[in-house]
């Protein structure tokens, strides 16, 4: 639905000679690795492990996320949003420890 807000935007690149085949191509070729792709992995990766674990695993995208942010683009996160990403995985490992721990004395 959201890609009828950028047609206009589209249209207007492509007459004013800004967009290229070569750039429509790029563009679409970002689309699909950066969407299309990872939640295909992730839809395989649901069906194959059990649920506790796939939702540590989702957790830990942001980790994943900031260190392909220092290594490809030198941008560090501030200790605070380091902070705020381990607080989410921790909570996250947690619950699921907890669960395993629990349903093990049921």
């Known amino acids: 639905m959201s890609v ?3 047609l206009p935007v589209l249209a207007w690149l492509i007459t004013s000679g ?3 085949g070569a750039g429509l ?3 679409a070729g970002a689309g699909v690795f950066s969407s299309v792709i990872p939640y295909a992995v ?3 990766a649901l069906r194959r ?3 506790r674990f796939f ?5 830990v995208h942001p980790v ?3 260190l392909a942010g220092l290594i490809l683009l030198g941008e560090a996160l501030r200790p605070h949003e380091w902070l705020g990403i381990l ?3 921790s909570v996250n490992i947690l619950a699921v420890t907890r669960q395993n721990s629990l349903s093990r004395t049921s």
């Open 25 to 27: 191509m790029f563009a």
């Open 87 to 89: 607080i989410v995985v």
């Open 4 to 6: 009828l807000l950028y």
């Open 55 to 59: 939702g540590v695993v989702m957790s």
């Open 49 to 51: 492990v059990p649920p």
């Open 64 to 66: 994943f996320a900031a």
């Open 18 to 20: 800004r967009m290229t």
């Open 42 to 44: 992730d839809l395989i």
